[in-house]
């Protein structure tokens, strides 16, 4: 016998599975609870040795096999061995007389159902397997859209499928049954196009017999060259997702945890998950989405000004992208003048004049644009790896949840877009924004940033070097805003002209800024600029307690700070401190921390 594994070789039989006689035309006839519980400890037997990496035996395959009577070469298809996780996962479904449901899909096949029939006992599980490709049947059964590939449409889809298999079995089976639907509508690789290739899968069940539904919704990205290959991936994915909610639903970081198994990032991304219902509600989708890119699910995850998780694809498209890098500890008004003085300029500039007049409406209305998002991007490289360790991280090393939700809302005060990612370098960023929109994409820093920016150290492990580096950043049509600093030695200001980089990569620096992918920001705030590290100040009076941060921080963020006691602020006064002939002290001094005052 060839060397292989089958777990359900009664599939592979004339149609009739093992179950075959319990539902059969559609009448329910349950098979004797004996019968059922010898062959499943079976098949899960096998099931076991499978996901351990045993072979099965040929008295394992021999009792696997049931009755079929035409010969099952155990060596004839490799799939189940190979992912051996999946096949486990579809027969424990399949296994569990509890669960009871349908299967939906349009678009790369049919191949979640798929898995389920073919590792056996399906009849078990699945009241119904469909396919409605053609648009028309689609519409007549889940409602007329516009566009297929979206979150309204897999809805739908949940939303009948599930209606239906429960209005018509719960009399029948309700009281001891909890029933699903699972749904995808996707978008795998066309011949002889490069399409964008993702979809959104969901399931619907009931955690209890009678209970009421909880829903998981997911979106994800399929990375694989080929057709064939995206629609493998999806029918793992689809089991996962199944056998999670069904058998860890209430555990969400569970069913998040195990999405994954059998595939890796190469192949697929997931940016979005959604759990709704009733064993939900203490759920915060942001954090969920912060998990996700924590634990390389997705690299990067965007929210709207709401805090709202929104998919790139949508949020992105057709939009001019501005967007500065930072840990935002709070946004200050420095942000917010960065930000101005390279929207300004790149927005605003006329060919044949100045820029528009600040004071008048021109102004307003080619810096606040509609067909441009603005977006403030966290790195998680930057909280695990840049000083942000106290404010981010808990014991095992994880970003607090608590901490994380509390600067996402101080952000969202600003009405900008917040994008959550896992990048370090400026090319990976680029790369994600222009693989979502076609536009202009402005990236604003500052002088710090530059300079580290053109440090050799971070280019070692690219066979290139630095210029590999940039040269995977300069492909994209970018513009690099650079607003100017003061120089705490000199007192002179330090501009994106003037910046003296290490002494070995200056040429590349002055070819970069030659050829116009980096501008000077020269619309900004000097008496911002002569505050001195206006971060800094503003965090050490926080923590110490004087007023001097409010008039450095827009007065939204200022509100939001105080209102939830964010950065450590105090709302009583700091306690008034004597020195040794009786007179009063002020506190700042008495802490050693420097005055907030302009020079």
């Known amino acids: 016998m060839q060397s292989g594994t089958l777990l359900g070789a009664e599939a592979s039989c004339s149609g009739r599975t093992a179950f075959d006689s319990g539902h059969y035309r559609g009448k329910f006839v349950a098979p004797s609870s004996s019968t059922r519980m010898s062959h499943s400890l079976k098949l899960m037997n096998n099931a076991k040795q499978l996901w351990s ?17 035409r010969p099952v070469r155990a060596g004839a298809d490799q799939i189940e061995s190979t992912f051996s996780k999946t096949a486990a996962k579809a027969l424990e479904v399949n296994l569990n007389s509890l669960w009871y449901g349908v299967l939906a899909e349009i678009g790369a096949g049919q191949e979640v159902a798929r898995w389920f029939f073919r590792v056996g006992a399906a009849a078990g599980t699945i009241a119904k397997s469909i396919s409605a490709y053609d648009m028309t049947i689609s519409d007549s059964t889940y409602g007329k859209a516009d566009r297929y590939v979206t979150r309204d449409r897999v809805q739908n889809m949940l939303d009948y499928e599930y209606l239906q298999c429960f209005l018509t079995l719960k009399s029948a089976r309700g009281k ?12 795998a690789k066309a011949f002889g196009r490069n399409n964008e290739c ?44 199944v056998h999670g909610a069904l058998s860890k639903g209430e555990q969400h970081y569970q069913v998040l945890a195990g999405l994954m198994d059998d595939l890796g990032r190469s192949r697929i991304e997931v940016d979005l998950v959604d759990f709704s219902g009733p064993d939900y509600q203490h759920v915060d989708k942001r954090c969920v989405a912060l998990r996700l890119v924590e634990k390389g699910l997705c690299d990067a995850a965007l929210f709207n000004p709401s805090g709202k998780l929104e998919i790139p694809q949508e949020a992105l ?41 600040q004071d008048g409406d021109a102004y ?13 991007e966290l790195t998680t490289r930057d909280m695990m790896e840049g000083g942000d360790l106290l404010d981010w991280t808990n014991r095992d090393g994880g970003i607090q949840e608590e901490s994380f939700i509390q600067r996402i809302e101080a952000l969202s005060t600003m009405g900008y877009s917040v994008l ?65 600093t003061l120089d705490e030695t000199t007192g002179e200001m330090v501009t994106a002209e003037t910046l003296q980089v290490e002494p070995k990569v200056q040429k590349l620096y002055d070819y970069i800024r030659e050829r116009g992918t980096i501008l000077p920001i ?33 007065t939204l963020v200022r509100d939001q700070i105080k209102t939830h006691s964010l950065l450590g602020y105090r709302s009583r006064p700091a306690p008034v401190l004597t020195n040794g002939s009786g007179k009063q002290q002020d506190p700042q001094q008495a802490q050693d921390k420097p005055q907030l005052v302009p020079k």
């Open 420 to 484: 959550l990612s896992n990048y370090r370098r400026y090319f990976s960023l680029a790369s994600y924004l222009s693989t979502f929109s076609k536009e202009s994409i402005v990236i604003s820093m500052g002088i710090p940033s530059v300079r580290e920016l053109f440090k050799e150290k971070h280019y070692t492990d690219l066979d290139g070097g630095i210029l590999e580096g940039f040269g995977r950043l300069l492909k994209y049509d970018l513009k690099l805003y650079v607003y100017p």
């Open 522 to 554: 020269n619309d900004y705030n000097k008496e911002l600029l002569m505050q001195d590290d206006v971060h800094k100040r503003v965090a050490e009076s926080i923590r110490s307690g004087t007023p001097d941060w409010e008039k450095l921080v827009p």
């Open 53 to 69: 990496g045993k072979q099965l035996t040929s008295h394992s395959l021999a009792t696997t096999r049931h009755r079929c009577t």
């Open 176 to 187: 001891d049954t909890c029933f699903f639907a699972f749904a995808d509508t996707v978008v």
């Open 317 to 357: 498209y057709k939009k001019n992208v501005l967007i500065t890098r930072g840990r935002f500890r709070p946004f200050t008004l420095l942000h917010n003048d960065m930000l101005m003085g390279a929207a300004s300029q790149f927005f605003c500039l006329d060919p044949n004049g100045p820029t528009a007049s």
């Open 364 to 376: 307003n209305e080619c810096v606040y644009r509609d067909d441009t998002l603005v977006l403030l």
């Open 198 to 241: 993702h979809g959104w899968l969901g399931i619907k069940y009931q955690s209890r017999p009678g209970a009421e539904p909880n829903t998981v919704m997911i979106h994800c990205r399929m990375l694989d060259d080929t057709a064939q290959l995206q629609q493998e991936a999806l029918g793992i994915l689809g089991v996962n997702l």
